[in-house]
């Protein structure tokens, strides 16, 4: 028998911040709403993926930018669709409020927007979309702390047999968040035209630089002189060969109980460790949601540009005496008052992963009475198989390498996978 066509193609732009829930919804949408979802990379082989689907709902992880690429090709050969804002990005820094904001009318007048809470449907609102146009769904990320769904993950014993750690040892785990040491010229300008001020965008980036090399020393003599297993992990969009330069540059190689990995999900290594500090990274909210110590790593102060509210509502490590007198004490309850503001704002009205099915399906809904019960294509697939096959050609013949990082590459096999895990956990 053939599969069932694609009610809706949802893309996944990170595997470890996105494929986790988007295989959950993939569950829930055939067993609550009779609907079944493609899960596809944004990343690569988007004319396959045009080729081999005809949807009725499009959802992306991010719609602030009418020209993206990958959001602009879909739009050509899919014009009648139905497109959704995922929006796996929504508590901001002050520098990247203007830079997220929706850019272009389709974006602010065509999409509907999935919201946390009712903080991201008033920014939506402020920078021109319709408020009728804004779902408040909660936090699907911050639901997989929760029960079912947080029986999902590996445990701590699977997490040390794989990474050679001593799980009879305290885990500190410090998932980074300096991604703007890391951003090319390019992106710093982009900034700029998309309304930061250059001097606070370069200092941004500047500023990241630094704080991640003391931080790297703070770590490094941690492991060295108490009994913790220290766990870095890179953000899943630093390339971990270029994360690995600036730490040697700080600490030389990684060895002995300081450990790089990036491997996994946030989720899971903070499901399994005993403390977890780290910059200024949403990752602190997530363990705050998990019930676990939390603290804010800051070598040096913030600057006005990159703070939010939140940082307020956790402790902050200003030395590398205050982080080892840290370990010493394990931060009880450090996690209640931010806690208690993520799960207000951001999980107001029951399981956000199950609304958010809903929605989606109310949104299949949608597009069948928009177009008569039937969502024609705008270019024809065979048009999309010609550019896949052109740019195969072209990529064998110059050898070139396909833009998106590597670790961000899945197959439908991965899919299948993770949805069956999903299938078997959740009924």
Known sequence: MAPKPADI????????????????????????????????????DP????????????????????????????????????????AYEQVFQNINKEVKKPHGNFARDEVLHHAWGEFYAEYLVGYGVGRDRIRVNGNPSYALYQEPYRRYFPDRAELAGAHGLDPGRPWLFVPENYGAAFYPDAYVDQMVRWGAPAEQAHGYREFARRSLAEMCRWLRQAADETEWEVVLRPRPYTRLEAFLERVKESVGEPSGRFRVIQQGTVREWILASDVVMTSYSTSLIEAAVAQKPIAMIAPEPIPDFVHNAWYDKVPQIESQPALLGALETRLPFSWGELHAWAVGEMMPSGDPI??????????????????????????????????????????????????????????????ERRTERWARLLG
């Open 9 to 44: 193609v949802l893309y996944v732009g990170h595997i470890a911040r996105e494929l986790d829930v988007s295989c959950a919804l993939r569950h829930l949408l055939r067993r609550d709403h009779g609907l079944e979802m493609a899960v596809c990379s944004i990343n690569f």
């Open 47 to 86: 004319y396959g993926t045009i080729a081999a689907h005809n949807p009725k709902v499009v959802a992306v992880p991010w719609f602030n930018e009418d020209q993206d690429v990958a959001i602009r090709k879909a739009r050509k050969y899919w014009p009648h669709a139905v497109y959704l804002n995922l």
């Open 354 to 415: 199950a609304n958010m099915a809903a929605w989606m399906a109310d949104a299949v809904g949608l597009a069948l009475n928009r177009s008569g019960g039937r969502v024609v294509r705008g270019k024809s697939a065979w048009d999309a198989k010609a550019h896949q096959l052109g740019r195969a050609v072209k990529g064998a013949l110059t050898h070139r390498a396909d833009k998106a990082v590597a670790h961000d590459r899945f197959d439908q096999a991965e899919v």
